[in-house]
Each structure stands twice: as structure tokens, then as C-alpha cells.
């Protein structure tokens, strides 16, 4: 499996900012996934992006895949408390999901 | 969507004891998978759990430690084996979309370990 690195790993900014987290990896992805978890909950999908160069777009959500397929990344357009979480990249290997190491967001209100 | 029932939502244990966490889907599903987040850190899969056959296990975690039951499509069992503080952490089943394309979760069980 491959190692799936996140930046930043801790984040913590006012209500309003924008910010962008990062996933890279040495190796191609097939396909990668973003999940957020709230306390107390499991992880929930976000998105999924398959083609190198793809972006979409989730309300103030802007997912990225790299032109390589080897990085992505989410940008949040004007941030609210209801976005606190941790962020995680995701990919599918054979039959199974490996995770990222995760960015911990905490938006003040 | 998959709707997962996960029990118990949290625990507190000695040092030496077991306990089996269990994991109820709403459908049928192939592949159950069981993932372990220690504190403030991100998932690392145990193991998958696929019925009718023996667990696969992940580097680094062993059936005698996690023993795994998956007797239907729709259930299965982890079980933390003589606990030490180490294995404080949170717990959490999942289960693969139709097909494979994306992991829907349980609430997780939240273990420490006394």
C-alpha cells in the first residue's frame, strides 16, 4: 500500500477564511476519495475523482486531482463552523480503502 | 447507502480482559471491513471480513488478537483480545457502496483501556 500524506496536518482559522489541504502520494492513484468525520460520527464520502486534471465542485467544496493522478487537493471557499472536521484522502486498492494521515479543521466562529 | 448499527458506542475495560464489538448492516453486503483510528489520528484497516471465509488481515494486526466472525451478509464481529492501554482507540466498521465504490461507516465503538 501506499502512503498517503496530508498538509497540513492541524489547521485552525476564523469563520470566512479560505483554506487548502493537500494529498500526496510517491505513486499513481487510481482514484482518490475525500471523506470528512465529525466527532463521534465514521468517516462520510465527499467526492471521488478518477480523471488527472479533474475538478469539481461541492457548494463552497473544490476538489482538485493532480495532472499525474499522484496529488489532490480541497480548497474551502469561505469556511464555517459546521466545516470543522477531519479531512481524509482516500484510495481503493484492490478490494480495500487506505486512508490519509488526515487534516483536523477547526473553523472559529 | 448502507445504514450501520455499531455496538457498543463506547467502553471502558481492564487491562487483560476482551470485548467484541458488533456490527449490524441493513443490507447484504460482500465485504465488511474493520478500521482502527487511535486518538486524534486516521484509519487504519485491520482487516476484512468477507462471509463464508477466514478474515484477511492488514501487516501488523493478527487473528488472535482481533478475532473476526462474519456468519451472514449482514453481520459480523471484532473482538480486542486480553486489552492493554495500547489498544485504546476507536473502532469502526464499514462497508463497500454496490459496487466497491465508496465506504459508508458506523457511528464506531470508542474503547479505553484501563
Known amino acids: 500500500t501506499q502512503l498517503l500524506e496530508q498538509s497540513p496536518q492541524f489547521l485552525s482559522i476564523q469563520e470566512g477564511e479560505n483554506l487548502t489541504v493537500y494529498c500526496n502520494s510517491s505513486s499513481v492513484f487510481s482514484s482518490l476519495q475525500w471523506y470528512r468525520q465529525e466527532p463521534g460520527e465514521g468517516p462520510v464520502l465527499l467526492v471521488t475523482v478518477v480523471t488527472g486534471g479533474e475538478v469539481k465542485k461541492l457548494k463552497r467544496l473544490t476538489f482538485q486531482f493532480g495532472d499525474a493522478r499522484k496529488d489532490s487537493s480541497l480548497h474551502i471557499t469561505a469556511a464555517q463552523p459546521g466545516d470543522t472536521g477531519l479531512y481524509l484522502c482516500?484510495?481503493?486498492?484492490?478490494?480495500?480503502?487506505?486512508f490519509g494521515t488526515g487534516t483536523s479543521l477547526t473553523v472559529i466562529p | 447507502s448502507a445504514v450501520i448499527s455499531q455496538k457498543p458506542s463506547r467502553d471502558i475495560c481492564q487491562r487483560g480482559t476482551s470485548l467484541t464489538i458488533q456490527c449490524q448492516v441493513d443490507s447484504q453486503v460482500t465485504m465488511m471491513f474493520w478500521y482502527r483510528q487511535q486518538p486524534g489520528q486516521s484509519l487504519t484497516l485491520i482487516a476484512t471480513a468477507n462471509q463464508g471465509s477466514e478474515a484477511t488481515y492488514e501487516s501488523g494486526f493478527v487473528i488472535d488478537k482481533f478475532p473476526i466472525s462474519r456468519p451472514n451478509l449482514t453481520f459480523s464481529t471484532l473482538t480486542v483480545s486480553n486489552m492493554s492501554p495500547e489498544d485504546s482507540s476507536i473502532y469502526l466498521c464499514?462497508?463497500?457502496?454496490?459496487?466497491?465504490?465508496?465506504?459508508?461507516f458506523g457511528s464506531g465503538t470508542q474503547l479505553s483501556v484501563l
Open positions: 482516500a484510495e481503493l486498492t484492490g478490494n480495500q480503502f487506505y
Open positions: 464499514s462497508v463497500g457502496g454496490v459496487a466497491n465504490e465508496k465506504l459508508f
